[in-house]
């Protein structure tokens, strides 16, 4: 049975730093995409960044709100995901989940992400 269990989140005030962490059981991180995904108040889920390895390689994507603010890592040895989130904007507060299989696939309960002065 897979399991992705967030954690990290907090209140920060605008242009601040937080780590999520995404701890991942039942499969292991470097076979499988995954994905940070996030839902503000009052708004859709949105997809924020994903993480996948392949041949050797790594390939990371980001949504353009967050690109350049954001970076996702894959630590295969802990089979944990981080979003490393810098700069943060009121506009990034929301609930973020971690994925893996996309939409229809496992979900993590979230974090919640609060940013304010």
């Known amino acids: 049975q897979v399991q992705l269990v967030e954690s990290g989140g907090g209140l920060v005030q605008p242009g601040g730093f937080l780590r999520l962490s995404c701890v991942v059981s039942g499969i292991a991180i470097i076979n499988h995409p995954m994905r940070w995904y996030r839902q503000g108040p009052g708004k859709e889920r949105e997809y924020v960044a994903s993480?996948?390895?392949?041949?050797?390689?790594?390939?990371?994507n980001y949504a353009v709100p967050v690109k350049g603010r954001f970076v996702v890592f894959g630590d295969d040895s802990t089979n944990t995901v981080y979003l490393y989130m810098n700069s943060l904007k009121p506009e990034d507060t929301a609930v973020y989940y971690c994925n893996t299989g996309g939409p229809g696939g496992t979900w993590g309960q979230g974090t919640q992400v609060t940013v304010s002065s």
């Open positions: 993480i996948t390895k392949t041949g050797g390689n790594v390939i990371s």
